[in-house]
DNA sequence: TTTTTATTTGACCAACTGGTAAAACCAACG
DNA sequence: CGTTGGTTTTACCAGTTGGTCAAATAAAAA
């Protein structure tokens, strides 16, 4: 039986996972410490401490998170949808993520580039298990001819890979594109891209 | 004027270059340490510090190498050739770094993620131009009707990240696909896609 | 060979790391 | 009011961090 939480333990339960989020997510794991982690939330290392019981606890429980919050999208894909259409709302859905959660995003891809020694399981588990299930489905689009032939795991990199590109490597579009917001048109070329991609030519 | 190097200097800096590569690689600058470094080169730590200042000057060194490998690809674009097969070599060549150099792909985006403290300038600079110079050139193709219409700046970064994911992300691609190597598939997978986008009639 | 120079090492340091213990504090409730 | 239980802080610890230094060693030049 769990302990019912007083508010201060859910408020400041929740503030050290956003610090730890927007500490980790820069630099990661092993580059980020609870000093940092205390100073962003504005509360002592002890103190902290008193809530998480070790820097990994913290890092697991974001993770934890985090995994559920990455597949989410990929659970609404509708078989019975319109496959074009079914494809490229999950692809704005992911470019949505990379837009308004990108230290979600940032977190994610150290742990992976790090070699996912957290979620290693999860990957060959969880996700695995989904994209298996997504690729059928794509496939089956594929032998109805109601899509052009894709490689259905290589396409559901390549839609990871687009949209989290904005999230991951925000700094260099940035640098290239000053100017303006880069999310508008990369929406936009992307819908135009992946549809070109996916319909059948007449 | 430079003393000439010995060929211990000469190859000793190359062990730590390649040991810093791959503990940098992996844990981002901060969560590298000299002596994981000092490890994997087979050198005691101050030796290290013998040949590099500092652990700063090791990450530097690899980061200025690595800038020039990374764009080196792009200036073999040529504007006088045939569009498709240009921007396919391209995306080829960057594949093709993915696999065999994934190491530098990583500390690349390790780089960027976190912000691109120490090459933030040379995004804003070399590679804008670089950048805007191509764009220009598909800008060209576009306009003289050899592709079909996209917005030139968002395909570039299209082709950086479907490629550059099969190194970042390769515990996630070979946890997915855990039995073959993903390399041939994606291959045919990004050409069928690109060469689909660049000409088929919207 | 001797001398000069380049290289390597062991001992060390101050600052920082994740984490602990106990005392002090505070809010609520009887 | 006083007690209780949750909260916060101060002081501290042992291990690690990047980096230094002088002495020891190996290589090259004379």
């Given at each position: 039986m769990t302990k019912a939480e007083t508010r201060i333990q859910k408020k400041n339960q929740a503030v050290i996972l956003s610090a730890g989020l927007k500490v980790f997510s820069q630099y990661g794991f092993r580059g980020s410490t609870l000093d940092q982690i205390a100073t962003e939330a504005g509360l002592s290392k002890p103190n902290i401490l008193y809530y998480f019981s070790s820097k990994d606890a913290i890092y697991r429980a974001l993770l934890s998170r985090l995994l559920d919050d990455w597949l989410e999208?990929?659970?609404?894909?509708?078989?019975?949808?319109d496959p074009v259409e079914e494809l490229l709302s999950y692809t704005r859905r992911k470019l949505h993520m990379s837009r308004h959660f990108p230290r979600e995003s940032r977190l994610f891809a150290n742990e992976i580039i790090q070699g996912?020694?957290?979620i290693g399981d999860a990957l060959s588990g969880e996700l695995r298990n989904v994209v298996n299930k997504i690729a059928a489905i794509i496939t089956d689009w594929v032998n109805e001819e109601r899509?052009?032939?894709?490689d259905p795991h290589h396409f559901i990199f390549s839609i990871w890979s687009l949209t989290q590109h904005y999230a991951d490597f925000d700094v260099q579009v940035r640098a290239v594109?000053?100017?303006?917001?880069?999310f508008p048109g990369a929406e936009k070329h992307l819908e135009d891209m992946l549809r070109r991609m996916l319909t059948m030519p007449a």
């Open positions: 999208p990929i659970y609404e894909i509708d078989a019975s949808g996912a020694p957290h899509i052009q032939p894709v594109l000053p100017d303006k917001d880069p």
